[in-house]
C-alpha cells in the first residue's frame, strides 16, 4: 500500500482538486495525508480549518496538517500579514520546503500530489504551492504530481458560466491561460464512483457554500446538484507528470510515465 501527501493552498481546494482521487485511494487502503498551506483567513481566522478536517475525514483522509500559513487573498493588493500569522504569498520558500519535506519524510510518502506551474488560474497561494511543492520533492526525492485541468475544458466551461454571471467576465477570459494544455496531461482519474463522497466533502465546507459573492454562489449549486448530476459535471481529476515519457493517459496516479 502507499502514502500519497496531497499539498493544497486553501481550505476546499483538496475537494475541488482532488476529492475523488483522494477518496478512491481511501478506499483501496492506500494512507491519504492533506495539508493545506494557508488557513483559509484573509483576516482574523475563522472556521476554516475545522471544515477542511471535516471534509479530510470524509474523504478518508488519516491525517489533515496546516503549514501554518495565512491566505493572501486574490488580487492586486497584497495586505499586510495578520497579527502573529505570515501570509504564503510571502512565506520564506526555502522556510515551507523544508516544513513539508519533513512532513513527507516523517510519513515516508510515496507521491506528493501538487499544483502546476500556473497553480491553475494564478492565484498567488497556488502558485506558491507549485514552487514549494517542487522544492520540497527535490529535497526528499518523493515523486510528483501536479493537479491540473485541460486548459481547453476551461475556456469552454468558463465561458459557459460567465453568460448567467456566475464567474466574472475577466475570470472567463484568464481561463485562455489556466491549466495545462491537454496533451501535456498525463492523468486523467475517473471519479464518478466517489462523487457523492466528494459532494459531501465539499458541503463540509459551509463558509464558503453559505458566504455571499459569485464563488459561494457555484458552490451551493455544486452541493445542491442530484448526485448523479455532480458525478457527471466533477467525475474527473487531471494530473501531469513533470518529465514524463510520451504514453498513453493514465487512470491511477500511481501508475507513473517517467520510467
Not at 483522509?61 to 495586505?79: C, F, T, W
Not at 526525492?141 to 448567467?164: C, D, N, W, Y
Not at 455544486?222 to 448530476?229: D, E, H, N, S
Request: glycine share 10%; net charge positive.
Amino acid at each position: 500500500m502507499a502514502t500519497v501527501l496531497a499539498f493544497h493552498a486553501h481550505p476546499d481546494d483538496e475537494v475541488l482538486l482532488t476529492g475523488g482521487t483522494l477518496a478512491k485511494l481511501a478506499a483501496g487502503g492506500h494512507r491519504v495525508v492533506i495539508v493545506v498551506a494557508c488557513d483559509g483567513a484573509v483576516g482574523a481566522p475563522n472556521s476554516r480549518l475545522d471544515e477542511f478536517r471535516a471534509a479530510a475525514a470524509i474523504l478518508g483522509a488519516a491525517r489533515a496538517e496546516h503549514l501554518g500559513y495565512a491566505d493572501s487573498g486574490y488580487g492586486s493588493v497584497l495586505y499586510d500579514d495578520p497579527p502573529g500569522r505570515v501570509r504564503f504569498a510571502r512565506a520564506d520558500p526555502a522556510e515551507a520546503a523544508g516544513k513539508l519535506a519533513a512532513l513527507l519524510r516523517e510519513e515516508h510518502a510515496d507521491l506528493l500530489l501538487s499544483y502546476d506551474a500556473r497553480g491553475g488560474y494564478g492565484h498567488r497561494d497556488h502558485i506558491k504551492v507549485h514552487e514549494v511543492g517542487a522544492r520540497a520533492a527535490a529535497l526528499t526525492g518523493v515523486r510528483v504530481l501536479e493537479a491540473t485541468v485541460p486548459r481547453e475544458l476551461a475556456v469552454r466551461a468558463f465561458a459557459v458560466l460567465s453568460r448567467p454571471g456566475l464567474v466574472s467576465r475577466s475570470t472567463a477570459r484568464a481561463a485562455r491561460t489556466a491549466g495545462t494544455p491537454r496533451a501535456a496531461i498525463t492523468h486523467q482519474v475517473n471519479v464518478r464512483r466517489y462523487a457523492a463522497r466528494k459532494q459531501a466533502a465539499l458541503a463540509a465546507h459551509r463558509t464558503p457554500v453559505h458566504g455571499t459573492g459569485r464563488a459561494s454562489r457555484l458552490f451551493r449549486l455544486a452541493v445542491a446538484l442530484p448526485a448523479p448530476v455532480f458525478g457527471l459535471v466533477a467525475g474527473r481529476e487531471w494530473f501531469a507528470e513533470p518529465a514524463a515519457a510520451p504514453g498513453p493517459v493514465l487512470d491511477d496516479v500511481l501508475l507513473s510515465r517517467t520510467g
